[in-house]
């Protein structure tokens, strides 16, 4: 296949690319350091471009070829600086809506282009109707045992906002919200899939390595399961 990754150099999109390289597919990799990367890049089947995602135009620019993009934007670099992207993504919170209007608006001369977003896990609904980015108090608690300013709640419902555009969309959109507690760890492939409720393990926990969103992420750019929807996953 042909996949495209925004955010190819951050945590979980520089896991995206390497997924989908193992896997065989040719990979097109879009970052704001684009030529940089393309520099140090020794890999084979991928390219780099840098395209604004803020922008419909520079994302329907390079659609052409591309079976399925991946959206790992975010703010900033949080591979490199995780408070800077906090601090952007509290700035504007905004951010995360308009990319996901300016991702559908590019499809719209590309229906057949598969689009998979990775969100946030806030929208989640931890008990039948109840969304914890919906509740100042749950979000707070979730945030002060992340040791997230209480501030990045913007950000947050900012997430839920750009899955409730996708939502509006006939497009072939995905959106994927990770587990609550997410980061660099090891390449299980073992986890368990859900939909609109967070997976838990044995103590209760949503957890899940960026390696293995990786894997669930590729898994479903090859054998779409999950088209106009959302899907979550966890040990």
């Keep these: ?7 190819a150099t951050g945590t979980i999109g520089s896991r995206v690319v390497s997924e989908a390289l193992d896997r065989g597919h040719s990979v097109r990799a879009f970052s704001r350091d684009a030529d940089q990367a393309q520099r140090e890049e020794r890999r084979e089947n991928i390219t780099w471009t840098s395209v604004d995602v803020l922008d419909p135009k520079s994302i329907a620019g390079v659609l052409p070829g591309l079976d399925v993009l991946i959206s790992a934007f975010q703010p900033g670099n949080a591979a490199k600086d995780f408070a800077d992207t906090v601090r952007r993504s509290i700035a504007d919170p905004t951010a995360y809506a308009t990319a996901a209007r300016a991702l559908l608006k590019a499809l719209e001369g590309r229906p057949q282009t598969r689009l998979i977003v990775i969100g946030g896990a806030g929208s989640l609904e931890i008990e039948p109707g109840v969304v914890r980015a919906d509740s100042d108090e749950l979000l707070h608690a979730a945030l002060d045992q992340l040791g997230l300013p209480r501030e990045y709640a913007a950000a947050v419902r900012g997430h839920r906002d750009a899955l409730n555009v996708l939502r509006t969309s006939n497009r072939l959109w995905t959106y994927f919200s990770p587990a609550e507690e997410i980061g660099p760890g090891e390449r299980t492939g073992r986890f368990r ?5 967070p997976v838990l393990d044995a103590d209760g926990r949503s957890r899940i390595s960026v390696e293995d969103a990786a894997i669930a992420l590729i898994d479903e750019a090859e054998l779409p399961r999950f088209v106009q929807r959302r899907f979550t996953i966890g040990y």
């Design 193 to 197: 899939i859900g939909g609109d409720q």
């Design 1 to 7: 296949m042909h996949i495209g990754v925004i955010g």
